[in-house]
């Protein structure tokens, strides 16, 4: 009795693997935690976790479309931070209501919805000049329908964007530099303050869920951890089921040869469009669980450099492996974490004193350079030669 | 003989406050002596007039009195409260001398004389008359000074003694300024309507700030009912409210100022009256719980209406149909017709004027804004270009190029010579870094250009944290030599830096000399046909690794001499390359890769562009480069080989 689901896990062992190493990270950040076990690992940790998590998604996308599909997208973390919008706006705006109608029960009026509007106006909007709700927060009440934008906002944009692109048939580095010069004038137009979302305050306290205030922070992280490492694992599963059909295939050879592919037949444009969107959609969801945990999101973030970065993280972690890019994004923006954070000693060389903080950036560009000239995938690439050596 | 009459004229003026006897011309002494009290007393009050009959007397003794009077240095006599110029002798006596011919009189203890003070007020008031003598005075920065204080606090006294001094004016460009300073004084204080006219006439010339200042200042208008009016009101137009920028509540505020209307109580005043009248958790008939929507808190005012407890208010209650019954009109302040109409065609004339120069210059801008995107991106047009290699840290050559020259500038301290040896020494320095980074990183990435591109991104934000290492973050000055500091200035609106000039001539010259190595040498020979086809240029005995190599280096080069005169423009920081890079690709890729014409192409279309977006919406430069890059997206998608698209074998792919 082998159903198709037993026989993809029979043919693909590393999903169970991986599902399972990531069981095993989830209920041992658990019992660390301060919210449920024993408590070695603070709070704050945990959110770096559970970002890290978020990273190995984005990174996962990344490797779907660039990895196997040949498309270097620098434009994954615009996706990535509109999704982290428009879960933002939700939290912000519940959160205000709720600070705004609890100061105003103590009125000598019962407030009437207009004066509670025109007080969340105020309160979210003050700081860039305004009073007003924009209209783009019309739906910002509802969760489902915020929850549904997250999909949809990024899905449409990659969706046009990718329809444009794909149709008049921009490819390789052209296609990157467009890419690039979307992310760009996303960021910049965020960055106006009548923009509606703030300008470069961005949206802030969404560490605080509405309506969850006497839940603490230690398990409200713990919560998050456990749907990013949920996120990931289907994010995981989902990349593997498309990569490995006949539809990865189609998308290989799209990479490697996409005249060929279309001259057999298939519409290549589509294949392209439907990888790129829906990587963008796992971009803005990755994006959507991380912002309530990092608390603030300005449009500093959606800069181009955070998607080279991703780039980065995915070429040293090994293109064309799933779990290559997880490993790229967690091993890089730990290491970052680790080495910006003051904890590696500094060293004396001769008359210079290597401080970290200023030469990690440094030694992550040179190491970069090396493992594209010789390395050229990754760290998988070394997991590949281990593989081959047992095997022999 | 207008002056003549007016010079008449004013010393009527000035004889009317001091009340001296008709037919006798009025002197230092009788006004003193008439005016003694008060200027003992010296109040801000009473002294204007006077102050205003010793300038007019414009003599050296007045004017002098003025100043000893403003410097504490004058005494009355107690006994008879006469006025003199004291001075302090060795035994505490004081001598007294005469004000108009500073000859002793007397010498008294100090008990029997006062020293007159005037207060701050009364200093400035005294200073600001005093500003005409020194338009006399024989030291020019004096007279200097005293025009551009007569230019922030000119009245109508000035006007005579102004028209005396430009005659005798010897210095040219202060006569001018004089004149022009006239021009405003006869606009707003003319005697006549017809000289007024015809220094609006005069005025209507020049684009200055300060002469649009003035002509507004005549043409100020206010909102007011017809009714109202006088029949002599200078009207300028009908409105009608609601329209432009006189709103309805504008106008029924115009109403209850003439108490025509009874102010309509806002909704937060209304909300104020029901909060008053909360009685044992109601308002009238209403619970308070109920009160939580429009509707319902309307109905309970209302009621309170109807008993009388708050103003009249009712929900059709609107202040455009009260305001539709009234008749609004526009109403120069200024009297006399003939003058705001004068004005009014002079400031039509000159906003023409100024629009058409403001069109020029944001032309000069740019072509200035072409020339600099031209410089950032002529480098990455050779090396991504024409070797179609994606060199991320273009940027951060730019910025080498940048930190060279100001390196240079910190052992070199003559900016001339600084700015001569640094654009060489950018080149060699950026030339090496270019053959450096070929050579070893580059050369074995040929084959695969998207990874070209993540390993230079490599270098690049090594390099940028190295500069950030070594010279710091903070931004550090790259000084221009003074001969390129100034600006050419055209008119009062148009003027441009001439560091945006030699840019602009640099440009120039990057694009000429570019165009002749690529097309008429034998190394720009060599280089095209490496890049089109590598196999078959090396079976003609051209060593593609050595070309490759130069080529490269050349296009590094010529960025770092950008990195020089873009640091001369803008600060030079670690991370002013990434402020070019999008830019310089998109430069590169929308005029069309391959070709320095089409460089040229892409330059000039974005820099034209982002001015003219610019030019439409001037608050929000970040607007701007918003539109422009979707503006470019959708280009690409039309012309993906961009302006300048290369046909043929030399296309490559």
Redesign the interface.
Known sequence: MQGPLTQFLMKNPSVLIFLGLLSAFTIFAAIGSEAFGIGFISTSMIKTLGKTLCFCLIAIAMDLVWGYCGI?SLGHFAFFGLGGYMIGMWLMYERTRLIVESSMANA???????EIQEAIGTQIFGVVGGAEIPAIWAFAHSLPIQLALVVLVPGLLALV?GW??F????T???L???T???T??LA??L??N?SGLRGNNGLSGLQNIPGLDHVPQSHISLYFLLASAFALGLGFVIAKLIVENKMGNVIKGIRDNEARVRFLGYHVETYKLFIFVLTAIMAAIAGAIYYPQAGIINPAEIA??AS?YL??WV?IGGRGRIYGAVIGAALVSMLSSLFTGGQIPNIEVGPVNVVWV?????L??????AV??YA?KGIGGLIDMIKMERTK | MISRFLLLLACFLIVLPTQAQEGTAPSLKSIVSQNAPDIIKGSVRTAPPIIDALVALDDPSSLRFLSLWQEKDLWYRKSDEEIFVAEKREDRTYELFDIATLELVETLPKKQIKQIKPNSGLRALIDEALVISRLKSADMSVRQEAISSLSRLANKQHLLPLRGAISAEPNQALKAEMERLERFLTIQFGASSEERVSAIHRASDDLSVETRANLNRVTSSTMALKDMLDDDANIARHVIPGEADFSVEDAYQLLIDNDLAEAIPTASER?QF??EN?GEGKVGRFT??N????KN?DAAYLSLVAEGKAPFWSPGLSADILVEQFEFVEVYDERDAQVTQAAEVALEKIETSVALSEFVDVLLDAISLASIYFLAAIGLAITFGVMRV?N?AHGEFIMMGAYTGFAVQQFVTNYTLSIIIAIPLAFAVTFFAGVALERL?IR??YH????T???T??????????A??IFGTQARPLTAPEWLDGALVINDVISISLIRIAIFGLGVLFFVVLLFVLNKTRFGLETRAVTQNRQMAASMGINPNFINMLTFGLGSGIAGIAGVAIGLYAKVTSEMG?DYI?QS??TV?VGGVGNIWGTLAGAVMIGFLQKGIEWFNPA?T??A??YM??F???F???R?RGIIALKGRAAGD
């Not at chain 1, 200023?358 to 440094?362: C, S, T």
């Not at chain 1, 992550?364 to 350079?369: D, I």
């Not at chain 2, 695969?448 to 990874?451: D, F, G, H, I, K």
């Not at chain 2, 991104?457 to 944290?465: E, K, N, P, R, V």
């Open positions: 270097l000598a009026l019962p407030p009437t919805p207009q964007f444009l692109a149709r008049s048939r921009v390789g580095v052209y990157s530099i467009l690039q010069a979307m760009l004038a910049l137009y960055f106006q009548d181009p450099i080279i780039a980065v070429a200023d030469w990690w950036l440094v992550l560009g040179v190491s970069f350079v594209t000239l050229p | 909300t029901l909060i909360i308070l719980h009160l939580d929507t429009q808190r994606i991320m990183v074995h990435l695969r250009p998207l990874e591109l993540l390993a991104f490599g270098i690049s934000i090594a390099l940028q944290q190295l950030k290492n990434g999008v690709f998109m890729v929000n970040l607007a480069q918003t890059i979707i470019i997206i959708i690409i998608q039309f993906p």
